[in-house]
Structure formats: structure tokens, C-alpha cells
């Protein structure tokens, strides 16, 4: 049995308090004697109040009473906080090492049990040994709905492990199962000026001490690169002054720090771009991709997505008048990778909030929120206690 509020368990000393009041009012008065006293007694002497030896019931009832009424203000439960409900269990393991590092334990445990275990790729494949993790790259935030979705039945609890990582910080809301529970490993915090984007002439673009953009020369390690160029950029903007303007602050950037781009005007069939410069409204932001629309007022609610209210032309912007579109447009890039500060994984509560659960107010029944029967009966106790207390002592007067 467990206690919402064990606290409150210290009301049940309260039960002294009737038990003392019955103890006192035991005590007799001493006796005096008195040469009249015998022709004032009467053969029928009024009744004393307060607790005899005849009110033992009345006295227990007080007692259950206090005792009924702490158990209930403690709100007692018989279910587990870690008990499951009713169905089977679905394990959607990133294939990661921190991963399998943090809750190693846990999935060996629901190896042992026989309960299903996959690997979050494309596509998905079971997992039949936690020392052998599957080849390929993490699942992207697309691939993560997919997997949710394909593994979302009717009374299953869906358990997802993954890395809380920097990937997470732009991340749209994903939608889960009612029966859904995250486990999340933090991965450690990355100096962001550690990262690279790396160059065509096998150098690498990054940031200084200075917290400038610095050309370092050397190839990028693996696990630094934040972006391989030239990087794939939608330039779809009407005006061909602004197109103009654009594509000469990308040149720029090219020149002096040697970061190409491969520009298109239109979209291309099945092509990923990097970063969309546009005049044009976006329906279905790609979390991957950064996004800069012009001529547009707007309160983005994703970290991708940054609104210009000027079109980017020389009389209607003050970043071109003054020749700073070059270091703004790098500023935005720099931003999108996570080269330009700390970063640090999310915050827990913040990462399970961008997972919300597909269930409507008009749906939740007992199995999502289900009765408390110990509760109930004790609230009955109560109750009935009560009207026995109440009846019993006016039939006695104490």
C-alpha cells in the first residue's frame, strides 16, 4: 500500500487525544464525609456525563474515526507507481552507446521477460543483442513519429529510450500512444566551437577564440562536423533585385571563407536542402533544414524558422545598407548548427513536453485514469462510523 501524502500518516497519534479525554473524566472526586450527607442522598442519582466504563464502544468509535480520517487525508493507493497496465510491453531502443549504457539493466531485464525489443532504424529491426548495435545513422526526428507510429497498438505500453541530445532542441511535437513512457539518457554537454563544417579543399570552417569564423586547416574528426559543404540552399524569392542581393552575400561568404553552396531557384525532386531563402510562406517546416523567409511577419514556434518583416533589398533593408547581410545570413547558419554557443541537452520535463499523448478529453475512461476502491471504502468507513458516533452518543448523552 502506498501513500499520495505519507505525511499526514502523524495524524493517527490524534488518537491519544479521546483516550486521555476518557481516562480523565474517569477520575472520581474524594469522598468528605458528612454527619448530613446521608439525608441528602437520593435513591436516584442524575446521570454524569462524560465517558464510563459502559461507554468502551463510544470510545472506539471515536478512535476509528481519526484513524478512518488520516488514511483517507493520506489518500492511500494499492497500485505502484511502477506498475503497468494491463497489456504487453514495447521497447523502442535508440542505438546508441549512452543509451545502452544508462539502462542496460533494465533492458536485459525485459530481454529476459521476452518482451519485444527493437532498434529505432529505418526500418526497424528487433533487438537480440545489446552488444551489438545495428550500423548506420541515428533516426532523425521524422524517423522517431514513424517508429512511434508503427509500434502504437491498443493496450501496449509503448517504453522509447533515447539520447537527450541537441537534436532535441528544435524539435517539433511528436505524438504518442496513452500508454507511452520515456526513458531518456543525457548526453554530455558540447562546446559548440569544438564543431566544424567541413570544406571541399579538405579544411575545416569553425570558430575561434575569438568567437569569430576561422578557417582551420585539417580535416574534421567525425564526431565534430556539424555540416559538409557545399550545403544544399533553396534561393525562391519573386524579386530579382532581393535574388540578386542574396546570392551576392552568399558569394561572399564563399570568397573569404571559402564555404560554397549549390543554389537552386526551384525545388528539386527528393533533394534535402540545408537552408530555403524564400519570400513565400512554408506550411511544413523539415526540422532539419534552417529557413529564412523574407517580407514576413511571423511568431515562429520552432528554433529553424526566423522571420524578416523587409525584403532583403538596399532600400527596404537596413542589414544590406550597411553591408552586414553577409555576417547576419553566417549568424544564422552558425545558429542552425550549433556552432555559435554552449549547448547543453534539454532539460527533462522540457524534452517529455514535446511528446503528447493522441487522447482526447471525451476518450479518458477508467483505464487511463481508473478507480481507487481503497479510497472509496475508506470515504464509506468513514461516513458510517460517523452516523454510529453521532447516534450512539445521543443516545447516552457523552
Known sequence: MLFQHPSLLWGLLAVAVPIALHFWHQQQAKPMPWAMLRWLETPNQPPKRGFRFDNWLLLLLRCLLLIALTLLLARPSLNTPDKAPAGRK???????????????FELEQALARQERLVW?????????????L???ALPNLLQWQTAIHELAEPEVQLHTYL?????????????????????AADAPATNSSLRAIALPSGKQLTLGSDKRLAVVAGAVSPDRVAATAPLRVLLQVRQADERRTIQAALTALTTVYGLPFTIDNQPVQGITYAWVLTDQAVADPLPGTLYTLTGQVGNADRANVTYVPEPLMPQTNELVTSGQLPEWLAGQLLNHLGMSAEVAPLPRAQLAS?????QSAETVNTATHPVNWLQTGLLLLFLGLLLAERYLASQRQA
Do not use: C, K, M
Open 90 to 104: 514495447i521497447h523502442l531502443v535508440e542505438p546508441s552507446t549512452a543509451v545502452i549504457r544508462a539502462y542496460r
Open 120 to 132: 529505432a532504424t529505418t526500418p526497424l529491426t528487433p533487438v537480440t543483442s545489446l552488444t551489438d
Open 134 to 136: 545495428p550500423t548506420g
Open 163 to 183: 539520447t537527450n541530445s541537441t537534436a532535441w532542441t528544435d524539435a517539433p511535437r511528436l505524438h504518442v500512444p496513452t500508454g507511452f513512457v520515456l526513458h
Open 354 to 358: 514535446l511528446f503528447v499523448a493522441d
